[in-house]
């Protein structure tokens, strides 16, 4: 039986290889050809042989619960996987696919298939690398396969890929896979008794061809997923840009554009074409290219191919003859082509012109009987009824239905991150009032397929929306980050669907011990719960349990605050007014209002606690209606390192309080800072500034003039003067000029009332 098998290994998305397979099915006319690929796809292989545009890919899913894992296996025109595919059907052989499904543990951690194997045992290729004097292995590959003779390629493929298994252990995965292929073919081998060719990635080539002649010939069942799991796939429509290595792009082979022009044309050919569109991408661009620079190019890379013994010219060879023709600057990092990985930031603008061109702007298509999930139906009918399908600008009106259904539909897609939708005004937070939003809409290529890999997330844009928050809950652990979610909920018009997601935010409010984190997210909930009509969220149970959750947690954390005194933590007041707030408008969902009001006056006389939430407590407890003495509580914190910090406290939470008084507390303030020492002053100064600035400026005009008045009458307008120079600068200033006189005094340096 063995005597039939041919088992070919390749380079995944290598134009040699694929005509090497072509050339195989035409001599060898197989019975059955053998591919590596997803064999849960074996049913629907009917899919592939619609008239498709490459690139495609077959994209593989798994959820369990919210966690959704992704695969995709891409193929071009130069993939030797389609070359089997298309040209064993055409052959007449029986075509199928024979690797572990995408969901397999085998496939943990990989999102492309056809990744290549050389990438995780590299001492064999690192080797060859340092023989040949070629940078990396995408290098040595073109060196030794894409523009070398063709004769004896299948020999030096087998000789290249002897040598990377031969030293290197495979790991568990591998093994697993090798061995379910090894299945497969020695049941295609019982099966039938033609010629047999497998079609794999060349690490697996050598212990396919030791295993075929292992174990017995029963046809392989296809695994079962793991309980809880479910699986699906769909073709896609693929790009250049998704298949590029310098995109990040797990296979090896860079520059897709280059190869299809050395697969359409020849390596000659695909050389000249390509400098010409680099050249034309440069100019259009701005990026001066003469006719003496390609003259220079042209020689450069034809005497750099002659140099490292190529009869024709491969694509480092261009690249870096059109590099030191076009860049005279000295480079700051290595050319992106002589490593791997991803363009990085400060890349010469010239390579990441060049880099572009060879990567190509190809777009797949699929065949419009290609079956696809529901979410696309469903986007692409909601898009039209509601006509956003269009191109331009959208400005939608938040307080119409018809613009508010838009809307929803519009922030579902932003959600699942669809090309070509980016708003750019609108409502940032639940207490934002702003009822107009601003769009813009442009159709792109790349929506398809965003559209179908997300089919998983759910069958209509809302529910894949859902999906998307509560996996995105599942993951955060950050309560402004859930807030912000509970928000994006409200936008989607899932306010009422999120259980999920209100489950998380009250655990995270139940183990957060930072009030200044548990205020905001309160303050974006209260506003949701309480007025938000315009999203359908005022009075929803869900954010009602987080009003609770939020409310019960900022008081115990307030009581059990001790600290001394600091800078009035801004994040922490916000907590105390959110709480105020809370009490207020939400009566059923918070602690009774006098509970509050007492637990804040203990706080408020707490020695132990910071300056600012003692003046936040007490301000808390007045605005609740407790009988509350500001005046004075504020003589019991006098001395200036307090102060001001309980002054921002107080007014952070209880401003109206504080102006409704005709005197009161401002008054006291201004005796308290009128006794304060010059030194004192300077130190309390900075403090007063912010606790002031919790007012607005005409508010802090009235101040000034009760002040004024208070003081026998003037201009109210000096206090609040805006100088040209910061208050503090000039207090300080002050206080130097003081130390520099007392010391000139004590030297005895003054004479005459001068020094």
């Known amino acids: 039986m063995i005597e039939r098998l041919l088992v070919q290994g390749v380079r995944h998305h290598s134009p040699a290889c694929a005509r090497l397979v072509a050339a195989r099915i035409a001599e060898l006319r197989p019975a059955t050809v053998l591919i590596e690929g997803p064999a849960d796809f074996n049913p629907r292989l009917g899919e592939l042989a619609l008239e498709h545009e490459l690139p495609v890919a077959i994209y593989s899913y798994a959820s369990t619960d919210l966690a959704v894992r992704r695969t995709w296996a891409p ?118 008794e033609g010629p047999v060719l497998v079609v794999c990635g060349g690490f697996h080539a050598p212990a396919l061809r030791r295993l075929a002649e292992e174990g017995d010939a029963a046809p392989p069942a296809l695994p079962e997923p793991p309980e809880g799991t479910e699986t699906g796939g769909y073709l896609v429509p693929y790009s250049f840009k998704r298949l590029d290595a310098f995109a990040g792009y797990q296979s090896g082979m860079p520059s897709p554009e280059y190869y299809q022009r050395l697969w359409e044309a020849g390596p000659e050919e695909a050389a000249a074409t390509l400098v010409q569109r680099i050249t034309l991408r440069l100019r259009d661009r701005g990026l001066h290219v003469s006719t003496s620079d390609l003259i220079g190019a042209r020689s450069l890379t034809e005497g750099l191919a002659r140099l490292r013994g190529h009869g024709r010219p491969g694509r480092t060879d261009l690249l870096d003859g059109l590099a030191s023709a076009l860049i005279s600057d000295d480079l700051e990092q290595p050319l992106p082509w002589t490593r791997r990985g991803t363009l990085t930031a400060g890349t010469h603008p010239v390579v990441v012109e060049m880099t572009a061109a060879l990567t190509g702007e190809r777009v797949g298509r699929l065949h419009p009987d290609t079956p696809r999930p529901p979410l696309v139906d469903d986007a692409d009918a909601e898009m039209a009824r509601l006509g956003l399908d269009g191109e331009g600008v959208l400005r939608l009106d938040l307080a119409k239905p018809k ?323 910061d208050p503090v600068v000039m207090a300080g200033a002050m206080a130097l000029e003081a130390r520099v006189e007392a010391a000139l005094a004590r030297e005895d340096l003054i004479f005459g009332g001068e020094s």
Not at 136 to 142: F, K, R, S
Not at 497 to 520: C, H, I, K, M, N
């Open 75 to 192: 193929m071009c025109d130069y993939s030797p996987e389609w070359v089997a595919l298309t040209q064993g059907r055409r052959a007449g052989a029986e075509v199928r696919f024979i690797d572990l499904p995408a969901w397999h543990q085998s496939f943990d951690g990989v999102e492309n298939r056809y990744s290549d194997a050389e990438r995780r045992y590299t001492d064999a290729t690192d080797r060859l690398c340092r023989a040949f004097a070629v940078d990396n292995v995408d290098a040595l590959w073109d060196h030794l396969v894409e523009v070398a003779e063709p004769e004896g390629l299948a020999e030096r493929l087998d000789h290249y890929f002897d040598l990377v298994r031969g030293e290197a252990e495979a790991d568990g995965h591998d093994v697993a896979r090798e061995a379910y292929m090894a299945q497969w073919i020695r049941a295609a081998l019982a099966e039938t």
């Open 403 to 725: 613009d508010l259904e838009r809307s929803r539909v519009l922030h579902c897609m932003r959600l699942l991150r669809l090309p070509g939708v980016r708003r750019d005004t609108g409502p940032t937070a639940g207490a934002d009032v702003t009822a107009e939003e601003q769009w813009a809409l442009k159709p792109s290529a790349d929506r398809l397929p965003v559209l179908i890999e997300s089919g998983a997330l759910g069958a209509t844009l809302g529910d894949a929306a859902q999906t998307v928050i509560e996996q995105r809950a599942d993951a955060e652990g950050a309560l402004d980050a859930l807030a912000a979610l509970l928000f994006d909920a409200a936008l989607c018009g899932r306010a009422h669907l999120t259980d999920r997601l209100g489950a998380s935010v009250e655990s995270a409010v139940d183990d957060s011990g930072d009030l200044g984190e548990v205020g905001p997210a309160l303050a974006t909930v209260l506003a949701l719960w309480r007025h938000d009509h315009l999203f359908g969220t005022a009075g929803s149970d869900l954010y009602a349990a987080v009003v609770t959750a939020c409310a019960n947690r900022i008081l115990w954390l307030a009581e059990g605050l001790r600290a001394g005194p600091g800078p009035a933590d801004i994040g922490r007041l916000r907590a105390m007014r959110a709480l105020r707030d809370a009490v207020r408008h939400a009566p059923g969902l918070t602690p009774p209002a006098d509970a509050v009001a007492g637990a804040a006056q203990r706080i408020a006389i707490d020695g132990l606690a910071p300056p600012d939430l003692r003046g936040a407590a007490l301000g808390l407890a007045w605005a609740l209606g407790a009988p509350a003495n500001a005046a004075e509580a504020a003589a019991g914190v006098a001395d200036p390192v307090r102060l001001g910090d309980w002054l921002a406290g107080l007014f952070a939470v209880a401003r109206e309080e504080v102006l409704a008084e005709e005197q009161g507390v401002v008054s006291a303030v201004d005796e308290l800072v009128g006794d304060l020492t010059d030194d004192d002053f300077l130190v309390a100064l900075p403090a007063l500034r912010q606790a002031f600035a919790m007012f607005p400026p005409r508010e802090r005009g009235l101040i000034a003039e009760r002040l004024v008045a208070a003081r026998g009458g003037g201009d109210a307008r000096d206090l609040t003067r805006r100088l040209p120079v």
